[in-house]
């Protein structure tokens, strides 16, 4: 079974930027989206932004015009470039892989992201 790998997490200042990645372990070409979700402490997991095999994106609203995923499906990697980060973007990111023919849906392991005020 596919497995996903998040990086790029860490701790940065309110204003600041982080690119996390998400590489595949195979191809990532079948799945019908790929997604970044996050879970801040006592909250439930949501989604931040997905992204279709065609290239149609989603976001969250308190995401829009700050954040942007994309994917490389000849590297395998879905990437969520995070700008004008704030303290309330603090949460662990995971990726997620979802192929809606098969229902399979595949979760990497997360990373952490600290904002700082």
């Known amino acids: 079974q596919v497995q996903l790998v998040e990086s790029g997490g860490g701790l940065v200042q309110a204003g600041g930027s982080l690119r996390l990645s998400c590489l595949a372990s195979?191809?990532?070409?079948?799945?019908?989206?790929m997604g970044w979700y996050r879970q801040a402490p006592g909250k439930q997991r949501e989604l931040v932004a997905d992204?279709?095999?065609?290239?149609?994106?989603n976001y969250a609203n308190s995401v829009k015009g700050r954040f942007t995923i994309s994917r490389d499906n000849a590297k395998n990697t879905v990437y969520l470039q995070m700008n004008s980060l704030k303290p309330e973007d603090t949460s662990v990111y995971y990726c997620?892989?979802?192929?809606?023919?098969?229902?399979?849906?595949?979760w990497g392991q997360g990373t952490l992201v600290t904002v700082s005020s």
């Open positions: 992204i279709g095999s065609g290239g149609t994106t």
């Open positions: 195979e191809s990532i070409f079948s799945f019908s989206k």
């Open positions: 997620n892989a979802l192929n809606l023919i098969t229902y399979l849906e595949v």
